[in-house]
């Protein structure tokens, strides 16, 4: 063990030694790292502060920009009134909840389609068809089929959160490598344990990718059915104070929305990075 | 699937694509079939689901009644003109954010901050900006197209082989000979890309507006006829409308390809 542990530096491409050698670096490009962030905070804070002042000043008409700090005292206001809670989580909960039968839908059928030659056959056309047309077009069957209220606006978010995904897990399970699939059958693995701790895990970047495209379209989809159909949510609000001519409350949608969308979007990012720890992507 | 059957066959090739396609499209017919069968035997009642030959008659009289190609030409023009400045703008924009570096501070964090913002909910600001017109409608699909051509483009130049950017400077190329020359291009499958996203945000946020604010284009055809109980037109405007959004996509695809035809493999 001694021996192992004092040899280990030496080894030209031993582990240790490739998680030390970027510390000295690190402090070199602290600095031009430091001054890039700084300048990119006072990016926004100038332009949070020409849209207030802007605005206050009459350089912006108020009505086309309101002043940034009543946007935010609206949504402070809305905040301690309760309604900004529930409209953010229920256009969560339509959004996340539709774009994750799009996902266990989608999953299985895209490796069912890589394996399979008559799912194959009989998914092909459908996918390589519905991925690219607009899916949104569709909203008004499913309001025919299932009503105003949250079903259909979830199926319809399933709906086009779906051919993403399906693409994107069908191009990743069908591309693999042959020696990973090879060499495991060698050791005796059965089919199961191939999907789960070879197909999968080969198919994981391309997967998540997918869902990484399905979920902003899954957004999209939910916010224009709340426009549409009501039923409360961020695009419910925004859409009749649209209606009212509130402009503040336009524009505390909008502020709202960007969090949400920044959250979800960076979360996503995160949660692939913890799956992908293993894989060379995430190593840099 | 149909490729590996192509490699053995040496019949007439015309004829041979021909039964490809219908073995590869033979699922929609089956669709197609449980479709009618399930009106037919009344399983879903006609007012959901309308029968095959009713909305085809709807599309017929629609299509020779003129409103549908009147209003696919009102929207086209509208998703185009968005798309192209976005085209143009955001390749522009995303070129000089990986060439300068103070155009990239500047921007970066605004992409940063608007790219995750689901773009349709710019439809009620829109709205307060520029009315119900055409403008609004333009600039949503501006706005929403833009950023998915930024960051493309700004990916593709960013990551230019820098051999490339050395020999070319190395005899005697311009800053802007380089931008025009070789970054462009070696940026192009990645600002093709971005494009293809764009064009698919463009239908989707055509479609939409047009639902929520219109007073003509295909989705306010599309909704107007649902709320009047026109259903079987209904369904014949929608899968039009899924037509078209699937036609561009081909034909940008195959642009694409042409376009991308000196790249080895």
């Avoid at chain 1, 542990?5 to 240790?16: C, E, K, L, V």
């Avoid at chain 2, 299509?63 to 086209?76: D, K, Q, V, W």
Wanted: hydrophobic share 55%; net charge positive.
């Amino acid at each position: 063990m001694m021996n192992m542990a004092q040899a280990r530096p030496i080894a030209p491409n031993s582990p240790s030694q490739k998680q030390k050698l970027p510390a000295p670096r690190r402090g070199l490009h602290l600095s031009p790292h430091m001054v890039d962030v700084a300048v990119q905070v006072a990016v926004v804070a100038a332009l949070a502060g020409i849209w207030e002042f802007g605005a206050r000043f009459g350089a912006l008409n108020p009505f086309l920009l309101p002043p940034l700090s009543v946007v935010l005292g609206r949504i402070w206001e809305d905040l301690i009134a309760g309604t900004v809670p529930v409209d953010l989580g229920l256009t969560l909960y339509r959004a996340l909840l539709g774009f994750a039968i799009g996902a266990v839908i989608g999953i299985p059928a895209g490796i069912l389609m890589a394996r399979s030659n008559v799912v194959r056959w009989f998914l092909d056309p459908l996918v390589s068809i519905g991925f690219p047309m607009p899916k949104i077009a569709f909203l008004p069957i499913f309001i025919l089929w299932f009503d105003i209220y949250d079903t259909s606006k979830i199926i319809m978010v399933a709906f086009s959160c779906f051919f993403p995904i399906v693409a994107a897990t069908y191009a990743g399970c069908s591309s693999l490598d042959k020696w990973p699939i090879w060499s495991a059958r060698s050791f005796g693995a059965g089919e199961r344990e191939l999907l789960w701790e070879v197909y999968l895990p080969m198919a994981m970047p391309q997967i998540l990718t997918g869902l990484q495209v399905a979920l902003p379209v899954g957004m999209i989809t939910t916010i224009v059915t709340e426009m549409l159909m009501g039923g409360r949510g961020v695009g419910g609000a925004m859409i009749m104070a649209g209606r009212f001519a509130d402009s503040v409350g336009v524009f505390a949608g909008i502020v709202q929305i960007i969090i949400l969308g920044f959250v979800v979007v960076k979360s996503v990012e995160m949660i692939r990075r913890r799956i992908l720890i293993w894989h060379p992507e995430s190593r840099r | 699937m149909s490729d590996i059957l192509a490699g053995g066959r040496t019949g007439p090739p015309l004829a041979y694509a021909i039964v490809n396609t219908a073995v590869r499209f033979s699922p929609l017919l089956l669709l197609a079939l449980g479709w009618e069968f399930l009106g037919l035997t009344g399983l879903v009642s006609q007012q959901m689901l309308p029968g095959l030959g009713e909305i085809a008659d709807a599309f017929s009289s629609m299509l020779f009644g003129g409103e549908l190609l009147y209003n696919t030409a009102r929207s086209i023009s509208r998703a185009a003109a968005g798309l192209g400045g976005a085209v143009v703008v955001g390749v522009l924009l995303g070129l000089l954010m990986a060439q300068f570096r103070p155009v990239r501070l500047l921007f970066n964090p605004i992409v940063q901050i608007f790219y995750p913002m689901p773009k349709s909910a710019l439809i009620p600001v829109v709205m307060i900006w520029l009315g119900l017109g055409d403008s609004s409608k333009i600039l949503l699909i501006f706005l929403g197209c833009l950023l998915p051509v930024v960051v493309g483009t700004y990916n593709g130049a960013r990551g230019v082989n820098p051999f490339l950017l050395w020999s070319a400077a190395s005899l005697g190329a311009s800053r802007v000979d380089v931008l025009r020359e070789v970054v462009l291009r070696a940026a192009m499958p990645d600002i093709l890309n971005g494009c293809r996203t764009a064009l698919a945000f463009s239908f989707i946020l055509m479609v939409s507006s047009e639902f929520v604010i219109a007073t003509d284009g295909v989705g306010f055809m599309i909704s107007s006829l649902g709320d009047g109980g026109q259903y079987p037109a209904m369904f014949a405007a929608i899968f039009f409308v899924a037509g078209i959004g699937f036609a561009a996509d081909r034909l940008y695809a195959m642009f694409a390809r042409r376009a991308l035809r000196w790249r080895e493999a």
